[in-house]
C-alpha cells in the first residue's frame, strides 16, 4: 500500500498550530516592546500640548446657544380690558374650552353676568372650577383683571363699568 501514515499528520498539525500562534505573539511582543508601545518608556507631552489639548476639548464640548433671563426692566405698563381679553382670554373664552363662557355669547354668560360684577372680579382673580387665577397670567393687576371681566360681560349684553369697581 501507500506509505503514507495519516496518524503522523494529524500529529503534525497538532504541533504546528500552536507553534504559529506562540510564534505569531512572540513576534508582536517583541516589535511592540522595540517601538516603545509596550513597557518602554515613553516621552511625556509638553505642558503646552497637554494645555492645548485640554482647550480644544473645552472649545468642541460648549453649548451652541445659551439662553439668559433678563429681569423685566421699568414699571408695569397697564393694558386696557380689550388687550387682555385679546392677548390672554382669548385662549379659553374664545372656544369656550372646558365650559368657559365664549366672548360675545348672550347664552353663556346670562347666568353669570346675573351674579354681578363684582362676583365675576372675584371668581376672575382668584380663579373658579377650571379657571386658573388671573386667567393663568400673575402678572396681571386686580384693575387689569376687573377691566377684562368687564369687556368679556359687556361684548354678551352686560352694562358693567370697570371704573366703578372699587381698588
Known amino acids: 500500500m501507500s506509505g503514507y501514515n495519516q496518524s503522523s499528520s494529524i500529529k503534525e498539525l497538532i504541533i504546528a498550530i500552536p507553534g504559529a500562534i506562540i510564534g505569531f505573539t512572540l513576534l508582536v511582543s517583541i516589535l511592540a516592546y522595540l517601538f516603545g508601545v509596550v513597557g518602554g518608556e515613553k516621552a511625556e507631552p509638553s505642558k503646552e500640548a497637554t494645555e ?3 482647550q480644544k ?7 451652541v446657544a445659551t439662553v439668559e433671563v433678563a429681569e423685566a426692566a421699568g414699571e408695569h405698563v397697564e393694558k386696557s380690558g380689550e388687550e387682555i381679553v385679546k392677548g390672554v382670554c382669548i385662549a379659553c ?7 368657559a363662557p365664549k366672548v360675545g355669547d348672550a347664552g353663556d354668560w346670562g347666568p353669570r353676568i346675573a351674579q354681578g360684577y363684582e362676583t365675576l372680579v372675584k371668581h376672575a382673580i ?3 372650577r377650571s379657571m386658573p387665577a ?4 400673575a402678572e396681571l393687576t386686580d ?4 377691566d377684562a371681566v368687564a369687556y368679556m360681560a359687556n361684548q354678551a349684553g352686560a352694562k358693567f363699568d370697570a371704573a ?3 381698588k
Open 93 to 99: 373664552h374664545g372656544v369656550g374650552a372646558l365650559g
Open 143 to 146: 384693575h387689569e383683571v376687573a
Open 126 to 128: 382668584e380663579g373658579i
Open 52 to 54: 492645548a489639548a485640554e
Open 134 to 137: 388671573r386667567g393663568g397670567n
Open 57 to 63: 476639548v473645552v472649545a468642541n464640548i460648549q453649548p
Open 164 to 166: 366703578s369697581l372699587k
